[in-house]
């Protein structure tokens, strides 16, 4: 996706509002008035649920279940592996758009509702799959998180391959952004205008089997530009994703620093736990992080400048997902097949506030 510089994430094209949203954010007191279109699934099992570039992982994902009655697990991380390894998808794994250094550094964590164990890696480098390494750390170790040079120096110990991640094309896209950063410094502007991408894009993947065992992962790039070391939600357990074999599961993509702050897919499991249906616990999830924004992060309205999507799937097998801006969709593979799903939203994005893209003006030399 093509976003301005300040825009940390976006999501495709405005799609019909289906929900109308009254109160004051700022304060916490999102009320969603119009629930009568909110999208309500059944209770089916198995199910495997995703963020929207997943939507080929929730198909093998729910093939490994059905067919070859895999470990809900191993079918969510096969599932992920699937962007992970492609280099088109810009965010996450080989093709991740890098740091501000042009380095690609990932973040990835898994949780195993089964055993209740659970494995994160964060900003490890010149590796592909970190959805793999962080189950490696959940199998192999006591620990939880590793991070950085020794968390890559795990994984070669582990027998993963050291390869170069930046693509050709993340590799431009970086060099765009930085020349554009700063009019006066030693980096030539582009004569053409220039789209400089910028992201949050992650996957997130839930999978549940027929006998209710559940599954989660979240694998990504984290911010584009970011600045090295920066580490995102998605490593971390309880906020880039969250499970309880008693309860379901949740995970999420957008903006992680909004995600820690809120402990988000913790509450959304907690939000289930409570008797909430998924849909209803991911809009729950987001009206608390509307309402732990800071000031600079919102619009007069009190709408945030930023977008954050939630994925949840109830032990029943009941599903959802939820953005803070309408025209997100997800992924979903059960007896009906795969297919995107529109998501439900807290607000309509036409209302999303804009910033201006930078300027990137040619300089005279
Ligand atoms: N949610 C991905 C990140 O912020 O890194």
Redesign the pocket.
Known sequence: MTLSRRDFLGAGAAAAATAVVSGKAGAGLVEVVDRSLARKSAASRPVVVASANGIRGVARAYDMITRENADTLDAAIAGVNIQELDPEDQSVGLGGLPNAEGVVQL?ASCMHGPTKRAGGVACIEDIATPSLVAKAVMDYTDHVLLVGAGAKKFALQMGFKEQNLLTEESRQDWLRWRACLNGNDAWLDHTDPVVIKFH?G?INMIALNAAGDVSTVTT?S??SWKLPGRV???PLIGA?QYCDNLVGGAG??????A?MKTCASFLTVEHMRQGMAPEQACLKTLERIVAMTEARLLDERGRPRFDVDFYAVSKDGRFGSASIYSGSRFAVADASGARHVESAYLYPRAERPRTPRPACVNQAR
């Open positions: 973040d949050t992650t990504t984290g911010l995102g939600d998605s880039g999420t993509t957008g903006r992680g620093e995600v």
